[in-house]
T-cell receptor
């Protein structure tokens, strides 16, 4: 049973470009969470999604950031017009249906570097 | 809003010494989760506590959930170099909120 998968593992973008981060949850999991982590800092919640629905996006910047979890395919975190301050590790986590406030299983993360 | 405070932020110990990290919530929690993140790695789920006063053990790790379900601790007995990493608590009530973590370094 494969764990949470994220790709790419490393992503380099120039200022102004778009970054697309993908997350495939564990098999059977229908809840997906995105977190951002700056070096030597904690995990900052961004968004919580279920299939085709955004449940909580209170941690996501209002501009340039968007997330989706379509009926088919991975969850996507999209950052438009990236700036240097967007450089961070972005982690996706998933949890099973019916257990939205329980343990989460994390992917390996995408390290985004904005030049 | 709900806040989860974790102390200390950093802890440096000699191999063989004990280590404890504490987690305090501003609100009563439904449950609490603990995770470990190795340097350069991703958070890995360790355990979940649900009941008031609950104590769980995993080999040298002891996890406690306070009677009021507002605080928790993780204690490691006789640390080893393999214990290095950052330990996070995550409180669950209306939302899941992470503490900022305690970074543990172990001197061999």
């Amino acid at each position: 049973n494969a764990g949470v998968m994220q790709n790419p593992r490393h992503l380099v973008r120039r200022r102004g470009q778009e970054a697309r981060l993908r997350c495939s949850p564990m098999k059977g999991h229908s809840h997906v969470y995105w977190y951002r982590q700056l070096p030597e800092e904690g995990l900052k919640f961004m968004v919580y999604l279920q299939k085709e629905n955004i449940i909580d996006e209170s941690g996501m910047p209002k501009e340039r950031f968007s997330a989706e979890f379509p009926k088919e395919g991975p969850s996507i975190l999209r950052i438009q017009q990236v700036v240097r301050g967007d450089s961070a590790a972005y982690f996706c986590a998933s949890s099973p249906p019916g257990r939205s406030y329980n343990e989460q299983f994390f992917g390996p993360g995408t390290r985004l570097t904005v030049l | 809003g709900q806040q989860v405070m974790q102390i200390p932020q950093y802890q440096h110990v000699q191999e063989g010494e004990d280590f404890t990290t504490y987690c305090n919530s501003s609100t009563t929690l439904s449950n609490i989760q603990w995770y470990k993140q190795r340097p350069g790695g991703h958070p890995v789920f360790l355990i979940q506590l649900v009941k008031s006063g609950e104590v769980k053990k995993q080999k040298r790790l002891t996890f406690q959930f306070g009677e009021a379900k507002k605080n928790s601790s993780l204690h490691i007995t006789a640390t080893q170099t393999t214990d290095v990493g950052t330990y996070f608590c995550q409180g669950g009530s209306e939302k899941l909120v992470f503490g900022k973590g305690t970074k543990l370094t172990v001197n061999p």
